[in-house]
């Protein structure tokens, strides 16, 4: 086998390289030598060219001067015809003023064929020159005479000076060669002596010796030849000498079991017991005189160097290292080796005794391995991990444990954990018991735990969850403990957030109507329990709809903010003040005497009378109507105070507003007043037909889906007068008082017929969705009802949506999930409206057969500014999808929020940059919406703002 790379150049004799050497010189030289003639002979030839036309145009000039001023022609042609002849002249040409033009006839001669070959005039490049003169006599112009030169004898003359100077250098190299080729061998002669010397030396003669001659480097050469035949001849004597001794070592180096190799100064292979042959699977004879790199990995060359240089410097030493058996597998070896010495104490090489080490480095490395994947999976969890010894001792901290406590790895480790890691109780503030210590002293997993505090080691505080436990062995020794936590902060105040959100109105940020009714609760319970006095102020604001008519819901919306701060103002700190909803306000006034309890309602109607609102350029002037209930030791629940106040309020607005009522003594009697007044109105709208019915778009926003028109109908009462009641005032009297059903069925009827005149021309007819309450979900005729007026008005199932509340689906699920079936079956579908207002649990949505989820509004109108709103619709939106549920987000005001609605996917919209709700006489109903119309806004109208339109059946 080739165990080195082999090189031409040293395959090469002495002879060989110097007359490639010279011959190379020499090539340098001559291509040097002939690029400097071949430029002066270009120089020469163009110069001589230059000179010749020059002289020509000399010549020519005066002697053309006097046939051209008689008009001699023929004069003219003849010397032209002369002077062409002239060696290098390629043509002569005669123009005269009027345009005549004599030239020289054709003449070839030899002087201007080439004689060069055609591939060195190309490589030369060699122009022809080309040179005019005016012919003047008497300052007078008689014409104008051009010669052109040809480049052709130049080119000829050139080559042929090549030629002659190139089999010059040719001769003068063939003689050199010839001189070095003799004067080498002459000198190589004693070498060759030493060559054959060497011969019979290697064959056995070792008394040979060889008389020095030749030059003194070869004379050296002998001598070192001669000296180390000597010391040869006495070695082999010393060795007979120690025969004996070194067949001893030998048997005991063949029948070890450890594998023995020795190589001598040079790093090649001296001895080779079996145990190595059978390690590395070559035999002694293979490998005996081959350098020791025959077991090195290929392009380990350095390795093969140190070895020697450690052969050399007679150094023992230990090491790993890699080798290459026979069979191509590798070999991690654990090597000592140690200097050979001979028996006159000389250096004469190394010992090495080798340990097949490949199963141990293997076992480190797949050790290494899991330590590394284990560190990497660590450094990858977003949790802080923490691992210390049994003594408590911090052994290792992934990233975020260093971030999180401020510590890097290298100072903490050591480290007690105590000293790193401190944490103090959420309430008390006093420090806790180190996890880790309970782990390692009870052995037991502590539990998880979110009241504490870390401290870090900057000062820095905030919430964690933590939690540790014991590291065990194999056989369920404890060698350590680990200490998992992460930061809450981000969930803390995620959570804080939404509990604000659940009991604040987002607009005003005042508490809602739910916080409201839990406090009143606290209060009626405490008068229940400790006679104590307490009120409850019932306001709605007056003139309120003349601002968001005028000026659009983000003025109303600002009025509302600007009061709802100016009138927090006006109570005491362990007062509340809530919006109930829309325009209406609640006060909680505790320990508070009814008397007053009248003094501050009073107070709060003139700030609201003096309050002026700023519009861009109106200015507005409102009032409020404030109903006052006493809340003193009556077991009643916080419906009928609210019911009372709300009478009181409305017996303020009967008595010409911006009042103060106090609600009569006498519960029944205000119930009853409450009843007659709502009772009365509903029914006599019911009655004179004065309840209308508007519509307003359902907008799919999303490239992909373009369905037909889909409208939600939306109920309005007329007065007396035909002014627009807000729905807000009427529909809670409805459904208190059980009118909701009445309301439903006219709202069915009335779609119907308006459905059936106006889906005459369409096609496809357009969707209507239209409203249910909770009181008709529970009602056992409404599917009775619904199929008759299928029926009678011969309207198509499938054209019609119903919208049902999540809250009234809730608390109607069983009678609420039959309706829908049998609805469903004859081609209806649902809408659940209002969907997260409730923060009801999505497990009810399992049990509905619902097609559409309206997004409730309270989140979409600012997720565009709100990441907790977003947040709340993309979630809403997901669950709707996974369980195959379009979805469609109410409140949409803005170009802003619909292009959010548009990124996280859902399907319809449905708001004020539609349109306002209209009668459906008055909207166009086209076959298919324009993309281009989703971002026109409706025409106004004089309607009611998105927070008054949450109740079902408007």
Same mark, same amino acid.
């Given at each position: 086998?080739?165990?080195?790379?082999?090189?031409?150049?040293?395959?090469?004799?002495?002879?060989?390289?110097?007359?490639?050497?010279?011959?190379? +010189?020499?090539?340098?030289? =001559?291509?040097?030598?002939?690029?400097?003639?071949?430029?002066?002979?270009?120089?020469?030839?163009?110069?001589?060219?230059?000179?010749?036309?020059?002289?020509?145009?000399?010549?020519?000039?005066?002697? +053309?001067?006097?046939?051209?001023?008689?008009?001699?022609?023929?004069?003219?042609?003849?010397? +032209?015809?002369?002077?062409?002849?002239?060696?290098?002249?390629?043509?002569?040409?005669?123009?005269?003023?009027?345009?005549?033009?004599?030239?020289?006839?054709?003449?070839?001669?030899?002087?201007?064929?080439?004689?060069?070959?055609?591939? @060195?005039?190309?490589?030369?490049?060699?122009?022809?020159?080309?040179?005019?003169?005016?012919?003047?006599?008497?300052?007078?112009?008689?014409?104008?005479?051009?010669?052109?030169?040809?480049?052709?004898?130049?080119?000829?003359?050139?080559?042929?000076?090549?030629?002659?100077? !190139?089999?010059?250098?040719?001769? #003068?190299?063939?003689?050199?060669?010839?001189?070095?080729?003799?004067?080498?061998?002459?000198?190589?002669?004693?070498?060759?002596?030493? *060559? *054959?010397?060497?011969?019979?030396?290697?064959?056995?003669?070792?008394?040979?010796?060889?008389?020095?001659?030749?030059?003194?480097?070869?004379?050296?050469?002998?001598?070192? @030849?001669?000296?180390?035949?000597?010391?040869?001849?006495? !070695?082999?004597?010393?060795?007979?000498?120690?025969?004996?001794?070194?067949?001893?070592?030998?048997? $005991?180096?063949?029948?070890? %079991?450890?594998? $023995?190799?020795?190589?001598?100064?040079? &790093?090649? $292979?001296?001895?080779?017991?079996?145990?190595?042959?059978?390690?590395?699977?070559?035999?002694?004879?293979?490998?005996?005189?081959?350098?020791?790199?025959?077991?090195?990995?290929?392009?380990?060359?350095?390795?093969?160097?140190?070895?020697?240089?450690?052969?050399?410097?007679?150094?023992?030493?230990?090491?790993?290292?890699?080798?290459?058996?026979?069979?191509?597998?590798?070999?991690?070896?654990?090597?000592?080796?140690?200097?050979?010495?001979?028996?006159?104490?000389?250096?004469?090489?190394?010992?090495?005794?080798?340990?097949?080490?490949?199963?141990?480095?293997?076992?480190?490395?797949?050790?290494?391995?899991? *330590?590394?994947?284990?560190?990497?999976?660590?450094?990858?969890?977003?949790?802080?991990?923490?691992?210390?010894?049994?003594?408590?001792?911090?052994?290792?901290?992934?990233?975020?444990?260093?971030?999180?406590?401020?510590?890097?790895?290298?100072?903490?480790?050591?480290?007690?954990?105590?000293?790193?890691?401190?944490?103090?109780?959420?309430?008390?503030?006093?420090?806790?018991?180190?996890?880790?210590?309970?782990?390692?002293?009870?052995?037991?997993?502590?539990?998880?735990?979110?009241?504490?505090?870390?401290? #870090?080691?900057?000062?820095?505080?905030?919430?964690?969850?933590?939690?540790?436990?014991?590291?065990?062995?194999?056989?369920?020794?404890?060698?350590?403990?680990?200490?998992?936590?992460?930061?809450?902060?981000? #969930?803390?105040?995620?959570?804080?957030?939404?509990?604000?959100?659940?009991?604040?109105?987002?607009?005003?940020?005042?508490?809602?109507?739910?916080?409201?009714?839990?406090?009143?609760?606290?209060?009626?319970?405490?008068?229940?329990?400790?006679?104590?006095?307490?009120?409850?102020?019932?306001?709605? +604001?007056?003139?309120?709809?003349?601002? %968001?008519?005028?000026?659009?819901?983000?003025? &109303?919306?600002?009025?509302?903010?600007?009061?709802?701060?100016?009138?927090?103002?006006?109570?005491?700190?362990?007062?509340?003040?809530?919006?109930? &909803?829309?325009?209406?306000?609640?006060?909680?006034?505790?320990?508070?005497?009814?008397?007053?309890?009248?003094?501050?309602?009073?107070?709060?109607?003139?700030?609201?009378?003096?309050?002026?609102?700023?519009?861009?350029?109106?200015?507005?002037?409102?009032?409020?109507?404030?109903?006052?209930?006493? $809340?003193?030791?009556?077991?009643?629940?916080?419906?009928?105070?609210? =019911?009372?106040?709300?009478?009181?309020?409305?017996?303020?607005?009967?008595?010409?507003?911006?009042?103060?009522?106090?609600?009569?003594?006498?519960?029944?009697?205000?119930?009853?007043?409450?009843?007659?007044?709502?009772?009365?109105?509903?029914?006599?709208?019911?009655?004179?037909?004065?309840?209308?019915?508007?519509?307003?778009?359902?907008?799919?926003?999303?490239?992909?889906?373009?369905?037909?028109?889909?409208?939600?109908?939306? !109920?309005?009462?007329?007065?007396?007068? =035909?002014?627009?009641?807000?729905?807000?005032?009427?529909?809670?009297?409805?459904?208190?008082?059980?009118?909701?059903?009445?309301?439903?069925?006219?709202?069915?009827?009335?779609?119907?017929?308006?459905?059936?005149?106006?889906?005459?021309?369409?096609?496809?007819?357009?969707?209507?969705?239209? %409203?249910?309450?909770?009181?008709?979900?529970?009602?056992?005729?409404?599917?009775? @009802?619904?199929?008759?007026?299928?029926?009678?008005?011969?309207?198509?199932?499938?054209?019609?949506? @119903?919208?049902?509340?999540?809250?009234?689906?809730?608390?109607?699920?069983?009678?609420?999930?039959?309706?829908?079936? /049998?609805?469903?079956?004859?081609?209806?579908?649902?809408?659940?409206?209002?969907?997260?207002?409730?923060?009801?649990?999505?497990?009810?949505?399992?049990?509905?057969?619902?097609?559409?989820?309206?997004?409730?509004?309270?989140?979409?109108?600012?997720?565009?500014?709100?990441?907790?709103?977003?947040?709340?619709?993309?979630?809403?939106?997901?669950?709707?999808?996974?369980?195959?549920?379009?979805?469609?987000?109410?409140?949409?005001?803005?170009?802003?929020?619909? /292009?959010?609605?548009?990124?996280?996917?859902?399907?319809?919209?449905?708001?004020?940059?539609?349109?306002?709700?209209?009668?459906?006489?008055?909207?166009?109903?086209? /076959?298919?919406?324009?993309?281009?119309?989703?971002?026109?806004? =409706?025409?106004?109208? %004089?309607?009611?703002?998105?927070?008054?339109?949450?109740?079902?059946?408007?």
């Amino acid at each position: 086998m080739t165990m080195t790379r082999v090189r031409p150049w040293r395959n090469l004799s002495l002879s060989v390289r110097i007359k490639l050497a010279s011959g190379a +010189l020499l090539a340098i030289v =001559g291509s040097a030598y002939f690029s400097l003639d071949l430029h002066n002979a270009i120089d020469f030839q163009r110069s001589n060219l230059e000179q010749g036309l020059q002289y020509e145009l000399d010549f020519l000039a005066p002697a +053309l001067a006097e046939p051209a001023l008689t008009g001699d022609y023929a004069l003219i042609q003849q010397l +032209l015809d002369q002077r062409v002849r002239q060696p290098a002249i390629q043509s002569i040409v005669w123009v005269d003023s009027g345009g005549h033009r004599l030239h020289n006839a054709a003449v070839a001669t030899d002087d201007t064929r080439l004689a060069a070959p055609s591939w @060195f005039a190309r490589w030369l490049d060699f122009p022809g020159f080309a040179r005019a003169k005016e012919i003047s006599v008497g300052g007078e112009t008689y014409g104008r005479i051009q010669v052109v030169m040809a480049a052709t004898t130049a080119v000829n003359q050139i080559w042929q000076q090549m030629l002659s100077k !190139l089999g010059n250098l040719l001769l #003068s190299i063939a003689t050199l060669f010839t001189l070095l080729g003799a004067l080498v061998s002459n000198g190589l002669r004693p070498l060759y002596a030493l *060559k *054959k010397a060497a011969q019979q030396f290697g064959q056995g003669d070792h008394a040979l010796r060889i008389t020095p001659s030749g030059p003194p480097e070869m004379q050296a050469c002998i001598h070192a @030849f001669n000296n180390m035949a000597a010391n040869i001849e006495h !070695l082999f004597g010393s060795l007979r000498a120690s025969g004996a001794r070194n067949r001893l070592l030998a048997v $005991i180096v063949e029948q070890s %079991n450890v594998p $023995i190799i020795t190589t001598d100064l040079q &790093g090649n $292979i001296t001895s080779w017991n079996p145990a190595a042959a059978a390690l590395y699977g070559y035999t002694a004879e293979e490998v005996t005189g081959q350098p020791s790199s025959v077991l090195h990995l290929p392009g380990a060359t350095g390795e093969f160097e140190e070895t020697l240089a450690r052969t050399r410097a007679a150094q023992p030493s230990s090491f790993e290292a890699q080798r290459i058996a026979r069979n191509g597998l590798v070999l991690d070896v654990l090597t000592s080796v140690s200097p050979l010495y001979d028996e006159d104490s000389r250096h004469i090489g190394e010992i090495g005794i080798s340990r097949n080490i490949t199963r141990q480095k293997r076992a480190e490395a797949a050790l290494a391995k899991e *330590k590394e994947r284990a560190q990497v999976t660590l450094a990858s969890i977003a949790d802080a991990v923490v691992t210390t010894d049994t003594s408590g001792n911090v052994d290792y901290l992934n990233p975020v444990a260093e971030k999180l406590l401020g510590w890097r790895l290298d100072e903490a480790f050591g480290h007690a954990l105590s000293k790193i890691f401190q944490g103090i109780d959420e309430v008390s503030g006093e420090p806790i018991d180190n996890p880790v210590d309970l782990v390692l002293q009870q052995h037991l997993q502590a539990e998880v735990r979110g009241d504490a505090v870390l401290v #870090s080691r900057h000062g820095v505080r905030f919430p964690i969850e933590h939690s540790a436990a014991p590291i065990c062995s194999h056989e369920g020794q404890s060698i350590g403990a680990v200490l998992v936590f992460r930061d809450v902060s981000a #969930s803390r105040n995620l959570a804080r957030q939404l509990s604000w959100q659940a009991s604040h109105d987002a607009l005003t940020a005042l508490v809602n109507r739910r916080e409201f009714e839990r406090r009143l609760e606290s209060l009626i319970g405490s008068a229940d329990e400790f006679g104590r006095q307490h009120a409850l102020l019932y306001m709605d +604001l007056d003139q309120f709809k003349v601002v %968001n008519d005028t000026s659009g819901h983000n003025a &109303g919306d600002e009025l509302l903010r600007q009061l709802g701060a100016l009138l927090n103002g006006r109570i005491r700190g362990a007062d509340t003040l809530a919006r109930l &909803g829309g325009d209406e306000f609640g006060v909680l006034l505790a320990d508070c005497p009814l008397d007053r309890a009248m003094e501050v309602a009073e107070t709060l109607r003139l700030t609201v009378a003096e309050f002026r609102f700023l519009w861009q350029d109106k200015s507005f002037a409102i009032g409020v109507s404030i109903g006052v209930v006493a $809340i003193a030791g009556r077991r009643e629940g916080n419906a009928d105070i609210m =019911g009372v106040a709300d009478a009181a309020c409305y017996a303020a607005k009967d008595k010409g507003r911006n009042q103060v009522q106090a609600s009569p003594n006498t519960r029944e009697l205000n119930q009853r007043r409450g009843e007659m007044l709502w009772v009365a109105r509903i029914n006599s709208a019911l009655e004179e037909n004065r309840f209308r019915l508007h519509y307003q778009r359902i907008v799919p926003i999303q490239e992909d889906d373009a369905g037909g028109a889909h409208y939600e109908a939306l !109920l309005r009462m007329l007065d007396q007068d =035909g002014n627009v009641v807000p729905p807000m005032s009427f529909i809670p009297a409805a459904e208190r008082y059980n009118l909701m059903r009445a309301l439903d069925r006219r709202v069915v009827c009335m779609a119907f017929e308006e459905c059936r005149q106006r889906g005459q021309g369409a096609t496809p007819a357009p969707m209507i969705s239209i %409203n249910l309450s909770g009181d008709s979900l529970s009602d056992p005729l409404l599917l009775a @009802f619904l199929k008759m007026q299928f029926a009678d008005y011969g309207i198509d199932p499938r054209n019609i949506c @119903f919208e049902v509340t999540e809250t009234a689906a809730i608390a109607n699920l069983e009678q609420a999930n039959a309706l829908m079936v /049998e609805l469903k079956s004859m081609g209806c579908r649902f809408s659940l409206d209002d969907f997260g207002s409730g923060l009801s649990s999505f497990g009810y949505l399992k049990s509905l057969p619902v097609d559409y989820l309206k997004i409730d509004g309270t989140f979409v109108r600012d997720m565009a500014h709100d990441r907790i709103d977003a947040a709340m619709v993309e979630a809403i939106n997901n669950i709707g999808h996974v369980m195959g549920i379009k979805t469609i987000a109410e409140w949409v005001e803005n170009q802003e929020t619909l /292009e959010a609605l548009r990124g996280i996917g859902v399907d319809y919209a449905q708001g004020y940059l539609f349109g306002r709700p209209q009668p459906l006489a008055q909207l166009p109903i086209p /076959e298919f919406l324009p993309r281009e119309s989703l971002a026109q806004p =409706g025409p106004p109208e %004089n309607t009611l703002p998105p927070e008054d339109q949450i109740m079902a059946g408007f």
